[in-house]
């Protein structure tokens, strides 16, 4: 009887044991769709061009970005800072160490931002942490900082301001400010003498008088 | 006879923490939803590929319905502006419902292809990651940006991922272009010519009374 009871009881503490265990050992990353999918669709892992230039003017060194696009690719441009990590090599152990962690929020990039979410979806079922992804990628960047558009006279004073921001960011990305001259040439054109305008006497035409 | 009872009463709370354990246990595990059957690796591997995207030109608009059906995933109200004929709508945040996912599969079985689209490509990728982490093969997506202007339903092709300038290049030029210093005009005034009037000097008259 003592050991009938003794066996049921290590059954029970078995079994429960096991059930309790069961949801970590279902799958080895533990996001399950539904929480993966309201990830996405939020609109919180993305950056704008914008937002990141003001911070890497500002030195902000809890940003580090990540160029994904091909080893040619980086070498030809790639925006100040940034680290290459070739989308086809994003999951070797070499770069894992680098995007696992939660010291630095990681900026991920790639020309536009197809690649870029791709990343990111991969590392966020890793369960990475602090990445983000840069809106409309390096095409993005380039028309809102390299190469910004000059706001129509009618628009607003905060369209102005922010294309001044813009402009002076595209210096410091590495584009020449050569919109306006060094040095203006200043011309000094005689101003032509007025002719000296003598008036005539008009000569009063007398009528003679008398006479039939 | 007491030591029993304690003993009794002892084992009996033990297993009442069991039960109440291994009840916590089954309620944690959600057994409605879905679970992923790929591996990020197996995904990454799967992209790699570019198998994914299909460009509109390559589609065969009789192979519709027989070949391949049209997965809209923009909302009802985009939708019943204009879609492709026989699409069927599944608005994006709803996909994991079960009568979506079990159409999903339903398609599958059935040996078609599910052709997927939104307003672009990069509004579809995440949901054909999420469908085919969940091991739904036959996925792909419309290379194309879906818009609606005047009146009429556009498809137009992209090509992602590809720069319209090279960015290297634009920076070069813009240091090569010379801008030619602004010419200022300043008239050269005549000097005004400066008549001198001489001031006479006021006889006091002499003599008087």
């Not at chain 1, 999951?91 to 630095?104: C, P, T």
């Not at chain 2, 079960?98 to 040996?111: M, N, P, Q």
């Not at chain 2, 090509?159 to 030029?173: G, R, W």
Request: glycine share 4%; proline share 4%.
């Amino acid at each position: 009887m003592k050991n009938k009871n003794l066996f049921l009881f290590l059954l029970l503490l078995i079994v429960s044991a096991i059930v309790f265990i069961m949801p970590l050992l279902i799958k080895g990353d533990s996001l399950t769709p539904k929480s993966q999918l309201a990830a996405i669709i939020s609109s919180e892992r993305f950056i704008n061009a914008d937002e990141l230039a003001d911070k890497l003017i500002n030195k902000d060194p809890s940003i580090v970005l990540v160029d994904l696009r091909t080893n040619a690719e980086f070498e030809q441009y790639h925006i100040p800072t940034a680290i290459n990590i070739p989308f086809d090599s994003l999951l070797d152990d070499e770069n894992k160490a680098f995007l696992n962690q939660d010291k630095v929020s990681i900026v991920l990039y790639s020309n536009d931002y197809l690649i870029a979410d791709q990343a990111w979806f991969l590392c966020n079922s890793l369960k990475y942490k602090n990445l983000i992804v840069l809106k409309d990628g390096l095409k993005g960047f380039y028309n809102t900082i390299l190469n910004p558009v000059l706001p129509e006279e009618k628009m607003d004073q905060v369209d102005f301001e922010r294309y001044n921001f813009r402009k002076a960011a595209g210096i410091y990305f590495g584009v020449p400010y050569n919109t306006a001259p060094e040095k203006a040439v200043i011309k000094t054109v005689e101003k032509p003498t007025l002719k000296k305008v003598v008036p005539v006497k008009k000569v009063k035409v007398e009528v003679e008088e008398g006479g039939c | 006879m007491k030591e029993i009872n304690i003993s009794k009463l002892i084992t009996s709370i033990l297993v009442l923490a069991i039960v109440i354990v291994g009840v916590f246990g089954l309620l944690k595990i959600d057994f409605s939803s879905e679970n992923y059957k790929k591996l990020p690796a197996d995904i990454h591997s799967q992209l790699l590929k570019k198998e994914y995207l299909v460009n509109v030109e390559e589609l065969n608009i009789n192979d519709s319905i027989t070949a391949y059906i049209f997965v809209d995933l923009r909302s009802k109200f985009d939708f019943e502006k204009e879609h492709f004929n026989n699409a069927i709508n599944i608005f994006a945040p709803t996909i994991l419902e079960k009568e979506h996912l079990s159409l999903f599969k339903k398609i599958e079985k059935d040996g078609k292809t599910i052709i997927l689209y939104s307003t672009s490509p990069q509004k579809t990728i995440s949901t054909w990651y999420v469908l085919t982490k969940l091991g739904i093969e036959n996925l792909k997506i419309l290379n194309a940006n879906i818009t609606f202007e005047n009146n009429s339903f556009m498809v137009t092709t992209v090509e992602n991922e590809a720069l319209p300038i090279s960015i290297a290049d634009f920076i070069k030029k813009s240091s090569e272009v010379k801008v030619e210093p602004k010419e200022i005009i300043i008239p050269k005034l005549n000097p005004k010519k400066v008549i001198t009037v001489k001031k006479e000097k006021i006889e006091i008259e002499e003599g008087g009374c």
